[in-house]
């Protein structure tokens, strides 16, 4: 059974910020080491066969309608029109029907683009499929650990679109890297050469450059030359920080996409502006943070300062969202391990609920997740419904911006034109119990 986490020692587990982290640093704790490796295993093979939906073809024929149905336009929903669907695109927008189409009656439901996770860890067909079932159609991978296996999960025909970032860049012999099994040779010490690393990454097929920010990662020059040799490649970077100073080293390092939130403190009215006038946005990944701070266990395991608190993150988020950062949802999901709940999907829509609970209007968090985010990543074919973006949808039968958990009432998804078949999401399903269970071995 050869892996590198075999030897993967307990206490170099106590300071990391990945909910994989925290499960298999929980499962230390409690005395089930024999379940580390077969978790760490899971967590790190992004496997699968290399056609995830056998029995979706490609949509070239493809055409159909969905009638009467009131679409999403960024801030609401319009009068009742017609979507016609040709191939994997919207072709149309506009009448009550189209006659001589295939439709879908959409009268009385609401149609909004399908959903883009900006930060989740897939690594097998099933989790994309989880994914599609709730509605998210793209998700924003924020590690690869082998580039092989990543590369089978991309351009996937009916299910979620995987869009990956390149192995993690972090510090040698730092949390991440022994966690992740990062071979030596790719971390980074004072004499790595950080444009051969960022080169290494593009020409492995990665979309975005992911640092870590942590104690023991890169300082924040390597930081910045990392950002630097990205945007050398016209790419996006983003960077890893849920403390106070490793947060200020990717300000510092002008990072295109800062993940998480401080949970030690409160970012300073100077940060925040540098932040916004910097062009710079956040993930917050409120959802991971709040499943963390409701398991006592959790955040000394995760090495969290005294004074950490989900308080912190909230106001956080609420004072980035004010000062008009862009700020879209994402979870840290990496998945179902061994009893822990930290499930794909399921915790998006909560993400979209804590959003709303810290100051963003319910429209506001709907477009923050579609067209806020497509912005954001540079995903310039979807994020809304018009001529020519993908046919990326979500038919709800209940409004959104009325009560923003209608977006788990889902009636229908579509995947780039791709009917998805196996719903998830259900009215009502509640955020309550998502917290991480006593793995049961
Ligand atoms: C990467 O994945 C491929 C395909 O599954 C596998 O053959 C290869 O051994 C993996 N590489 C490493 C370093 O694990
Ligand atoms: C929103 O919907 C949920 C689930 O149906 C319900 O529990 C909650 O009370 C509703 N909130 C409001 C403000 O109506
Ligand atoms: C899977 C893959 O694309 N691997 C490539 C990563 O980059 C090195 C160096 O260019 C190639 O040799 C690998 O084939």
Redesign the pocket.
């Known amino acids: 059974m050869p892996s590198k986490l075999h030897h993967v020692h307990p206490t170099s587990l106590m300071h990391p910020n990945s909910i994989l982290l925290a499960l298999v640093a929980t499962l230390f704790t409690t005395g089930k080491a024999c379940f580390v490796e077969h978790i760490a295993r899971a967590a790190l093979q992004t496997t699968g066969p290399s056609i995830c939906v056998p029995s979706a073809s490609p949509p070239t024929d493809n055409i159909f309608a969905i009638g009467n149905v009131r679409v999403f336009n960024g801030k609401g929903f319009g009068i009742s029109e017609a979507v016609l669907v040709k191939g994997n695109q919207v072709a149309l927008v506009g009448g009550a029907t189209i006659p001589g189409v295939p439709t879908v009656d959409g009268a009385g439901k609401f149609l909004i683009p399908g959903f883009i996770e900006s930060h989740v860890h897939p690594q097998t067909c099933s989790d994309l499929s989880v994914l599609s079932g709730y509605g998210v159609t793209t998700a924003m991978n924020m590690a690869c650990l082998n580039y092989t296996q990543c590369a089978r999960l991309k351009s996937q025909i009916g299910t979620t679109d995987y869009i990956t970032a390149g192995e993690i860049a972090c510090g040698t012999g730092s949390p991440h890297a022994v966690a992740f099994g990062v071979p030596p040779q790719d971390t980074i010490n004072a004499g790595t050469n950080l444009p051969t690393l960022v080169d290494y990454t593009f020409g492995n097929g990665s979309y975005m450059f992911k640092i870590i920010a942590e104690a023991g990662g890169p300082t924040t020059q390597q930081q910045t030359a990392l950002v630097q040799a990205t945007h050398g490649h016209d790419k996006l970077a983003v960077t890893h920080a849920a403390r106070l100073e490793n947060y200020e080293e990717a300000i510092e390092s002008k990072t295109d996409g800062i993940q998480h939130t401080p949970v030690d403190g409160l970012l300073s009215s100077s940060q925040i502006n540098q932040i916004r006038s910097q062009g710079q946005f956040v993930i917050p990944t409120m959802e991971f943070f709040k499943i963390v701070f409701a398991n006592p266990a959790l955040p000394p395991v995760l090495g969290f300062p005294p004074g950490s608190s989900y308080a912190n993150v909230q106001t956080n988020v609420a004072n980035m969202h004010e000062a008009g950062i862009p700020i879209s949802p994402g979870t840290d999901a990496i998945g179902n391990f061994a009893g822990a709940n930290l499930p794909f999907g399921r915790t998006f829509h909560c993400e979209l609920q804590n959003l709303a609970a810290a100051g963003f209007g319910n429209a506001e968090v709907i477009q923050a997740a579609t067209a806020g985010a497509a912005k954001l990543y540079r995903l310039s074919d979807r994020g809304s419904i018009a001529a020519g973006m993908r046919a990326d949808l979500v038919l709800l039968n209940s409004d959104p911006t009325?009560?923003?958990?209608?977006t788990l009432d889902i009636n229908s998804v579509w995947t780039g034109g791709v009917k998805v078949t196996n719903i998830q999401a259900a009215?009502?399903q509640s955020c309550d119990a998502l917290v991480v269970a006593s793995p049961a071995v």
Not at 402 to 406: A, E, G, H, W
């Open positions: 009325l009560n923003i958990s209608n009215k009502g």
